[in-house]
């Protein structure tokens, strides 16, 4: 990925919208494929080809950005196993440890707001 101008307007945007703490950590787990990367390493670490193979859809490259995004911003941990061929290993860091519950917690709502919608669907025809 690119690096983005200082002065450009996602930049800017950006930093008047993590003001909020919540908004913040939001920034930094969003999107489509970086929480799922994180619940696949919640019981420990893995290889690249791992997560890979766990999560459908996910291409190699977006898969190799949004690691590096997680670990630039301290939630993932790579490890280089100096071997030949070479190994990478990828785990939570402690301060992703701390979002697990949180993330479960989301999930069971999520579960709830789904069936929510799906009963409103349903009873709407």
Same mark, same amino acid.
């Given at each position: 990925m690119g690096k983005r101008?200082? #002065? /450009? *307007? #996602?930049? =800017? #945007?950006? !930093?008047? =919208? *993590?003001?909020?703490?919540?908004?913040? @950590? =939001?920034?930094?787990i969003g999107g489509r494929w970086k929480l799922l990367i994180l619940c696949k390493l919640e019981h420990g670490k893995l290889r690249f080809s791992e997560i890979r193979n766990s999560i459908k859809g996910i291409t190699e490259r977006m898969l190799t950005l949004q690691l590096r995004e997680l670990e630039k911003a301290g939630l993932v941990k790579r490890t280089v196993? @100096?071997?030949? +061929?070479?190994?990478?290993?990828?785990?939570l860091t402690e301060i @992703? %440890?701390?979002? =697990? +519950?949180?993330?479960? !917690?989301? /999930?069971?709502? %999520?579960?709830?707001?789904? #069936?929510l919608i799906q009963e409103d669907l349903l009873s709407d025809h």
């Open positions: 101008k200082e #002065n /450009s *307007t #996602n930049s =800017i #945007n950006e !930093q008047y =919208i *993590t003001e909020c703490d919540l908004s913040y @950590a =939001i920034c930094k196993h @100096a071997e030949v +061929p070479p190994r990478v290993d990828y785990e @992703a %440890g701390e979002l =697990i +519950p949180i993330w479960k !917690q989301l /999930s069971d709502w %999520g579960k709830k707001h789904k #069936n």
